[in-house]
């Protein structure tokens, strides 16, 4: 099948057809990563959030309970309509939805004390202006927490890393290194931390059924894995079952 229009609709086609999927899914909903962001973030619980590329919302929902108003931002609409059901299953009122491009957040300059933003980044293909936008809707001093699949120095253990995220996903980007992250944090203004490494297994059914990906990018998955040199298959953890990525909690202050 031939694609028709751009990235952005790509993304919205992609997580438009599946948004129920990640309501429900684990990866997303538990993770070591979520309790360390919130801890990052050192709230008080007055401020004011917001979660862009909120997806399902599990995010957000990990935020609301530590904050005043938490904003679930996501250009694609049935992933907001999910956040509505998280939010009522949960009880969490100071959690509202808007549709809207990380790339040209729809708030005024100084509007939060915190963004966060997780699983969302590896689609984005202006990075640097989607920073820029977190940092003018951040007042000064706030801050920029950010989880996701990290990509590799190594050439080789990078390409393979991306290649088998787009045959499994066509609204994959990249999964920028820590070293592209640490200069985009600089070029939007923003000191930069590394908060806490970590990796996340992926069973390969699930992963590739939460996405829906076609049978023949499954089989040109695995045969990825079974051409991969060894490096390669130590770096993605390359297991019977699935693999394994590197990620990082990533913070930002914004000068
Ligand atoms: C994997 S989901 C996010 C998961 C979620 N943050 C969590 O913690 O469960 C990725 C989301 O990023 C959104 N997204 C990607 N690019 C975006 C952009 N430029 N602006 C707004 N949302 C975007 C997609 O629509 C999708 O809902």
Not at 29 to 48: F, H, K, N, W, Y
Not at 88 to 97: F, K, V, Y
Not at 135 to 164: E, H, K, Q, W
């Amino acid at each position: 099948m031939v694609r028709e229009g751009n990235l952005k609709s790509a993304v919205q086609d992609q997580f438009g057809r599946v948004a129920a999927n990640y309501l429900t899914s684990a990866v997303h909903a538990q993770g070591e990563d979520l309790p360390i962001m919130v801890e990052a973030a050192g709230l008080r619980g007055d401020e004011r959030v917001l979660d862009a590329g909120c997806g399902a919302g599990h995010t957000a929902a990990s935020f609301a309970p530590h904050a005043a108003e938490v904003e679930a931002l996501d250009f694609t609409a049935t992933m907001l309509r999910q956040v509505e059901v998280l939010a009522e299953s949960r009880g969490l009122a100071n959690i509202s939805t808007r549709l809207g491009d990380v790339e040209k957040i729809p708030y005024t300059d100084s509007s939060f004390d915190l963004v966060v933003s997780r699983y969302s980044a590896h689609h984005w293909a202006r990075p640097g202006t989607a920073l820029r936008e977190i940092r003018r809707v951040l007042r000064p001093g706030g801050m920029f927490v950010l989880s996701d699949v990290v990509g590799f120095g190594d050439p080789v253990c990078d390409t393979y890393l991306n290649a088998i995220e787009l045959l499994r996903d066509p609204s994959h980007v990249r999964d920028y290194t820590v070293a592209e992250w640490s200069n985009q944090f600089a070029a939007a203004g923003f000191d930069f931390e590394i908060v806490f490494p970590y990796r996340i297994f992926l069973q390969f059914v699930e992963w590739t059924e939460r996405m829906e990906t076609p049978q023949a990018n499954c089989i040109a998955i695995q045969a990825l894995y079974d051409a991969a040199p060894k490096e390669v298959r130590e770096a993605l953890g390359i297991t019977e079952e699935g693999h394994s990525f590197q990620c990082a909690v990533l913070r930002g202050r914004a000068a």
